[in-house]
């Protein structure tokens, strides 16, 4: 059964880094595109960007290159998502999801994790 | 603004069918690039509804229907289901901003 189990709510303040993450199980986890998904209060989604575990590339959204960072370890079976100066406008819920035909970009997200909750605020 | 324009809500009664649209440009769906639809229930992660226009996943009712037509797609729903009560998000790829884009999102409402 693939799943896809992110980490827990996190609480920060602007300027703090942080780093949330997106373990896997069921599937062989080099070989499928995995990505990220904001979602801020009361909006819609927003793609961010995606990583393929079994070489490390990575693709952003340009109105997110710069202020995140994507990357996978492969020996851990987990993606991680993270920033290194939070601001309180990137509170929301984030959420991880797998490329349903494994190399292809232009697949679906077929399977979502549970979602974590980032809040920012001085 | 979304790159993808979806009607922000839709309703209608247990039973009836509904259809709303997600309209797009040259780069993305005019461009031949594959439409997605996801459902949303609120408090919860989206779930793959629709793929490639058209296709349900496994589990999916076949009251959810998909199809295309030059820069839009649209999204159907027979026979309205309380449990149909959710947002609705397309998803395509764009050629000018290389990467994904999403519609704004669709409210259903089962009156």
């Known amino acids: 059964e693939v799943q896809l189990v992110q980490s827990g709510p996190e609480v920060k303040k602007p300027g703090e880094s942080l780093k949330i993450s997106c373990q896997v199980s069921?599937?062989?986890?080099?070989?499928?595109?995995i990505g990220w998904v904001r979602q801020r209060p009361g909006k819609g989604l927003e793609w961010m960007g995606i990583v393929y575990p079994g070489d490390s590339e990575t693709r952003y959204n340009s109105s997110f290159q710069g202020h995140v960072t994507i990357s996978a370890d492969e020996s851990t079976n987990t993606a991680h998502l993270q920033w290194s100066t939070l601001r309180a406008s990137d509170t929301g819920i984030y959420y991880c999801a797998r490329h349903q035909r494994g190399a292809d970009v232009l697949s679906p997200f077929d399977f979502w994790g549970q979602g974590t909750l980032v809040t920012v605020s001085s | 603004q979304s790159v993808l324009t979806q009607p922000p809500s839709v309703s209608g009664a247990p039973g009836q069918r509904v259809t709303f649209s997600c309209t797009g440009s040259s780069s993305n769906i005019g461009a031949g690039y594959d439409v997605h639809w996801y459902q949303q229930v609120p408090g919860t992660a989206p779930k793959l509804l629709i793929y490639?226009?058209?296709h349900r996943p496994s589990g999916v009712p076949d009251r959810f229907s998909g199809s295309k037509s030059d820069t839009s797609a649209s999204l159907a729903i027979t026979g309205l289901q309380a449990e149909d009560e959710a947002d609705y998000y397309c998803q395509s790829y764009d050629s000018s901003l290389n990467g994904y884009v999403f519609g704004g999102g669709t409210k259903v409402t089962v009156l």
């Open positions: 069921g599937y062989t986890f080099s070989r499928f595109w």
């Open positions: 490639d226009y058209r």
